[in-house]
């Protein structure tokens, strides 16, 4: 299974920003696709942001509720994380993840970087 995500980037305290993240390959029907993040601070781990079941069960970090939306697109082995109020803590790179019958993997990552 390949990931491929985009739509990282700079954008200012207050601003939006929507991440997209397709997989292709042997994709089974039954899979969770989410999104990690890691702070650049040491010994910061990899942390869940927000996952989705292919039934579109959802489940998101306490830090992020009321503020991202994660949904997806199973036709298009597609999920998408839209941002909104981010804040100079959401400053991470964001990993998708793609969980199904065969394995865990895990897309490079999108840098995002929150500051005026």
């Known amino acids: 299974v390949q990931l491929v995500e985009s739509g990282g980037g700079l954008v200012q305290p207050g601003g939006s920003l929507r991440l997209s993240c397709t997989a292709s390959?042997?994709?089974?029907?039954?899979?969770?696709m989410g999104w990690y993040r890691q702070a650049p601070a040491p010994g910061r781990a990899r942390e869940l942001v927000?996952?989705?079941?292919?039934?579109?069960?959802?489940n998101y970090a306490d830090s992020v509720k009321d503020r991202f939306t994660i949904s997806r697109d199973n036709a298009k082995n597609t999920v998408y994380l839209q941002m909104n109020g981010l804040k100079p803590e959401d400053t991470a790179v964001y990993y998708c993840?793609?969980?199904?019958?065969?394995?865990?993997?895990w897309g490079q990552g999108t840098q995002i970087t929150v500051s005026s």
């Open positions: 390959g042997r994709i089974s029907s039954t899979n969770v």
């Open positions: 993840k793609w969980v199904g019958l065969i394995g865990t993997y």
């Open positions: 927000a996952v989705i079941s292919d039934s579109g069960t959802t």
